[in-house]
């Protein structure tokens, strides 16, 4: 039995075949039904749009039954342990994803129980979001070997599940963030560990206009995510040089996509003009989410 809590935890090939069999599902050539009669318990402590129903679809049409609490259902961490609620769950559902803030929460449950645990997000990772970005990529370009990737804007769990989702499909990546919001250190140690054997570069600036020269792709995130609203006004202050307007694009040298996690705050993180055009892949993106998904969920949740 195998845990889906960070990208670092699989190989390139393994990584790589979820991808491939994300695209045949999409596609439609895999029609198999690998949660026929399985629960998969959805653990919602942060509300979302695309994680909540990318999920529960995904589970319905593997043939799955989708069980969404959300933190006023259960007792996690507060009548009741972590530990006893991940071991209640494991004699009642075959699969647990949560969406939660403290990563440690996400370890302590998926280490108590005897069942897969999938990563919704938490304030470190968010490792199926980049699954969708990979998959959004590998279909527009063609390839990921090589590909470059500028991430602009805050060092955040986004940021970090990308340094090493680069770094294990041999992409190369360079992180823009204002002085004081760059990446943990030990995520971007993670990651040029993991490039040293698959040839990616993982670098970080300080310097948008730097980072994105040759740029295949440039992704971004919103500047004060949640959790972080009463820092809203200040970020807003120091993220301004970090917006992704149309000089930014135009000065990449390349006709570059533009992608972006979602939700978007317009005229913030990025321009309504840039988000709205035909180098926008953000609404690929978030289908991607259920199909990218959909593998995980087979491969861990199905085959277990």
Not at 268 to 286: G, L, P, W
Request: net charge negative.
């Amino acid at each position: 039995m195998k845990d889906f809590l960070t990208i670092k935890d699989f190989s390139s090939e393994e990584l790589f075949d979820f991808i491939k069999l994300a695209g045949e599902m999409k596609n439609g050539i895999y029609t198999k039904k690998p949660l026929d009669d399985k629960k998969v318990a959805l653990i919602f402590e942060k509300s979302s749009t695309r994680t909540r129903v990318s999920f529960e679809v995904g589970v319905h049409e593997l043939g799955g039954y989708p069980l969404f609490l959300s933190k006023d259902d259960i007792q996690l961490g507060r009548g009741e342990s972590i530990k006893d609620t991940a071991r209640t769950l494991s004699r009642y559902v075959d699969g647990i994803m949560i969406r939660t803030f403290e990563h440690s929460k996400l370890e302590e449950l998926a280490e108590n129980a005897s069942i897969p645990v999938i990563n919704g997000l938490t304030d470190d990772l968010h490792p199926c979001q980049v699954m969708a970005d990979v998959l959004t990529i590998y279909e527009k370009l063609g390839r990921l070997k090589g590909v470059k990737v500028a991430f602009v804007g805050d060092g955040n769990n986004m940021a970090h599940s990308w340094v090493i989702g680069a770094a294990k499909f041999g992409m190369d990546i360079v992180i823009a963030s204002p002085k004081g919001y760059e990446c943990e250190e030990k995520y971007i140690d993670e990651a040029v560990k993991i490039a040293g054997e698959t040839g990616s570069n993982i670098s970080q600036t300080n310097h948008p206009f730097t980072a994105v020269k040759g740029a295949d792709v440039i992704y971004t995130d919103v500047w004060a995510s949640m959790g972080q609203e009463s820092e809203a006004d200040s970020r807003k202050e120091k993220f301004a040089d970090f917006q992704v307007n149309g000089k930014l694009m135009q000065s990449t040298g390349k006709n570059t996509i533009f992608m972006h996690c979602l939700p978007a705050h317009l005229g913030e993180e990025v321009t309504e003009d840039v988000f709205e055009s035909d180098a926008s892949v953000v609404f690929d993106e978030a289908e991607n989410r259920l199909h990218a998904q959909k593998a995980i969920m087979a491969k861990l949740i199905g085959e277990f």
